[in-house]
């Protein structure tokens, strides 16, 4: 299987002092810092949906070095978060120190996923999905993007649907976008997807869902809301 690039990026965080034997947030003092990574596993489901962009997670680096109560803080969806968790936690630090001695510090990490994308060609920048209690989460089966076309331009688009009990995408709304000329086109565009659906007690159950569509360079590109 080709693995295509992504890339990871740590941000380790102090803030105001506590008081053992709670985590510090250390603040003037030397913050804990990455020894060894492990890079993260795209997810079949994400690849297949060209899912990118950063997992936010918190967590507490102990004195001993090893990460610990690991919590995601901002969501991508599609099994990233879950990935980003499993690689971080086999991170090692060096422990953050305060007056020369090592101290358990509370620290966030942001793990960002790549594909390099065609930017003339569509996206997914985040991917969320509510299902019934006990349920599981529908998973994408089928992705068909057009190829790309036109120039390079900037477009996001957020829709939001329901997944039935036949894992197809039905009541789809277009909850915000960039631009109006490009809310024909995802909407057209998720008709054709397929998933299987969320499951509870052995049988199909309905979800609601919502995905972030981008084109082009999308971070912080600005939605109207509807």
């Known amino acids: 299987m080709v693995r295509l690039p992504l890339a990871i990026t740590a941000l380790l965080c102090s803030g105001a002092a506590a008081q053992p034997p709670q985590p510090y947030r250390v603040a003037g003092a030397i913050a804990p810092s990455v020894?060894?990574?492990?890079?993260?596993?795209?997810?079949?489901?994400?690849?297949?949906?060209?899912?990118?962009?950063?997992?936010?997670?918190s967590l507490v680096v102990g004195e001993d070095g090893q990460p610990r109560d690991l919590r995601v803080l901002k969501s991508l969806g599609m099994g990233l978060d879950e990935n980003a968790v499993a690689?971080?936690?086999?991170?090692?630090?060096?422990?953050?120190?305060?007056?020369?001695?090592?101290?358990?510090?509370?620290?966030?990490?942001?793990?960002?996923?790549?594909?390099?994308p065609d930017p003339?060609?569509?996206?997914?920048?985040?991917?969320?999905?509510?299902v019934p209690q006990g349920a599981t989460q529908p998973r994408l089966v089928q992705a068909n993007y057009p190829p790309p076309s036109g120039l390079?331009?900037?477009?996001?688009?957020?829709?939001?649907?329901?997944?039935n009990e036949q894992g197809i995408p039905t009541n789809?709304?277009?909850?915000?976008?960039?631009?109006p000329q490009w809310e024909d086109e995802v909407t057209a565009l998720i008709r054709e997807w397929r998933?299987?659906?969320?499951?509870?007690?052995?049988?199909p159950v309905a979800a609601h869902g919502s995905l972030d569509f981008g084109r082009g360079d999308t971070i912080g590109a600005p939605r109207k809301r509807m």
């Not at 007056?99 to 996923?113: A, C, R, Y």
């Not at 003339?120 to 509510?130: I, K, N, T």
């Open 195 to 203: 998933f299987q659906a969320a499951m509870k007690d052995g049988l």
């Open 172 to 179: 789809i709304h277009v909850e915000s976008s960039s631009d």
């Open 120 to 130: 003339r060609a569509w996206h997914l920048d985040g991917a969320a999905f509510q």
């Open 87 to 116: 690689a971080v936690s086999r991170w090692r630090f060096a422990p953050g120190t305060k007056d020369g001695l090592p101290v358990s510090v509370k620290s966030t990490i942001e793990v960002n996923f790549r594909l390099l």
């Open 152 to 163: 390079e331009m900037t477009g996001a688009v957020r829709l939001s649907f329901d997944v």
């Open 35 to 57: 020894l060894e990574k492990q890079e993260p596993q795209y997810s079949e489901e994400a690849r297949l949906g060209k899912l990118q962009g950063a997992v936010l997670l």
